[in-house]
């Protein structure tokens, strides 16, 4: 049985334990709490306090029924009608008790039996069962979804709605779950609604997973900015010279150099001790792929097959000194690019954790996927490292990192990598997306699909698209998903196999599909119901008129534009450019500010504008041949955009000896004054 079944919702209908003459255990009915109250600990954790405002706050918006709060010291609460949140006193001695003693930071239980409801999971600070508990009893039994940063679906109990009897407990099945969009990373409290638990160590939020993304850090630990004039020594030798100057973070490390590992060492020796609660620590490659070349450390690479071979021997004896005075903490490395394979007989200590980065993948295809010839390498690393490794983490990319608000069609895939990744033992999954951003494409939809995938990977992400087109989009939803489908059958059928960095044409989003696209989004608009629909409508359109503009995008010089394509793309660019201004987007890309895409398209579209000082020769000599050569002396000029001017050549010469600004359509020069 897959690993990830093991802990999904576990219903338990509690009929025995009784004695045969008492009464079978009743449900509740959710609409009927007018006279219920919500009961936590009188010294209940910050968490505890806030999961019962949240648990208060959003069953009022269902119910009309405003439940009180109150707090016990001891057990004396009795009888029925309470809804307890949190491990208290009352909650143990009620009929529908239990301890949690032996709970993890994130596992809660859920009973609704005979009047009383418990929610809870451990008690003290840094825990989030009881806040997590909380909303998945929102989610399943009230009908709450959270959607996004400022849309939460709260739909109307009714007067009947009967849950239970029922006792469920959860744990769920990855310790690490992000989410990486800028929409969860600057909201916390939104992060955890969705169950991201990294982005905020806020107590009553229920803090962060003590476990951190492996990343890329032995510049943090040893920089060449203060070793390297020194001891050039402690880092690479490639193509015969220690080059201390790089990009990724700088250079990578001599690893074999044992001042290099004494430094290391120590630095990482002295970050736990100032962060007791840290449950690992990065001891990994920069962002590059000079690695080491020195004699040394080649023959372990040579040796091993891979050069991972010296990292993985490195990271372990980082591992050894740490495990004498931190047991409990992992040393993470990255598998990624050049180390991703593991090797042939080094194994990782107990204590070392693989963070297994998946970025040479194809996007299209799940990456288990045997068709895939792009996936199939990855899968095998996955499995040996696998054999060896009882700590292994996933980096998978899930964006355009190259365009973030272009269309990718890699929705559909979303499920089967999370399920495949549980399915191999992964404890915790980084989706990294568009994390340095707001809005990218289809921002919204992709974190709530992710986000409830990583909390729950038994979950159908196909389900969860339609349910968040539904509820956010009401009556425009169809028109957009048969764009979303479009693009992803498109894709598929194409036979291409892109990675997480690309072009339109490389994702199969052509022409065709572009006016697809905004026909749906017009059609999607017309159907919408009230203003904030069309708002949501509109966020979400931005994607086609990415795609629109495409044949422009790339352009960088004014003067290779093909003026005919300007005039077309210009009313796409106008409307595409007003509405990142109006939605707040921030990034065309992981490393471009919409702003300066924007300064660039407008001088792209802007029919070659410039402005001109005619007493400077260079500037004006090209454009005065060319009227030259299109007039000949004594004939009358006819321009539109003189209005009606009409002189000699001589006239028009003196005209603008001062600065004008001149257009060139259709090939014709065409003057305005400024």
Known sequence: MPRYVVPMIVLLYVLAVCPVSATVPSGVNLAKLDNWDIVIAKNASPNEIYAAEEFQSHFAQASNTNLPIISQSDSATSGQHHIFIGSSPSMRASSVGFSTDEFGQEDFRIIVRDDNIAIAGQPQEGTRGTLYGVYTFLEDYVGVRFLTVDHTYVPRIGTWRVIGPLDRFYHPPLRFRWSYYGETNRNPAFAARIRVNTVTAEAKLGGK??????????????????????????????????????????????????????????????????????????????????????????????????????????????????????????????????????????????????????????????????????????????????????????WNYNTNFSNYLLPCPNLRVIESNIRYFVTNNAIGIFMQAAGNALGAELS?????????????????????????????????????????????????????????????????????????????????????????????????????????????????????????????????VKHFLELCRKYGITNASERSRIEVESKRLKRIVGRGLIRVDITKKEHFWPFFIDFQQKTTKNQQISDPALDGLNSHFSAWFNLICSRVTLFKIAQRPKILLT
């Open 209 to 394: 997973t003590g476990l951190n993304l492996i990343n890329h850090s032995f510049h943090s630990h040893l920089s060449s900015q203060e070793y390297g004039k020194e001891h050039p020594e402690y880092f690479a030798l490639v193509e015969g010279e220690r080059k201390l100057e790089m990009g990724g973070g700088g250079p990578e490390l001599c690893l074999t150099n044992p001042d290099v590992l004494r430094i290391v060492t120590d630095s990482v020796l002295d970050v736990l001790k100032k962060n007791p609660n840290m449950e690992n620590i990065s001891v990994s490659q920069n962002d590059n792929n000079k690695y080491c070349r020195c004699s040394r450390c080649s023959a372990i690479d040579e040796q091993e097959g891979t050069p991972m071979g010296s990292l993985l021997t490195f990271v372990n004896a980082v591992a050894d000194e740490v495990a004498k005075e931190y047991p409990d903490v992992m040393v993470g490395t990255l598998s990624y690019w050049y180390s991703r394979k593991p090797p042939k007989t080094i194994k990782p200590r107990p204590n070392v954790q693989i963070q297994l980065c998946s970025i040479e993948c194809c996007v299209l295809h799940p990456i288990n996927d045997p068709t895939c010839r792009k996936n199939v390498q990855f899968c095998q690393d996955l499995a040996n490292w696998g054999k060896m490794c009882d700590h292994i983490s996933i």
């Open 444 to 572: 919204d939809l992709r974190n709530y699909v992710m986000a409830n995938l990583l909390w729950d990977p038994s979950k159908s992400s196909r389900k969860l698209t339609d349910e968040f087109l539904d509820l956010h989009y009401g009556r425009s939803a169809e028109p957009i998903r048969r764009f979303i489908n479009l693009t992803h059958e498109n894709a598929l059928a194409s036979g291409l196999h892109p990675n997480c960095f690309g072009k339109a044409k490389d994702y199969a989003i052509d022409e065709t599909i572009t006016k697809v696209g905004l026909f749906a989004f017009t059609e999607a608009m017309r159907l919408a119901e009230n203003d904030a629909v069309r708002a949501r409508v509109e966020k979400a359109s931005i994607c086609a008129y990415r795609a629109a503009i495409e044949p422009i995008w790339y352009i960088k010089d004014k003067s290779s534009v093909d003026f005919a394509l300007a005039e077309r793309m210009r009313p796409r």
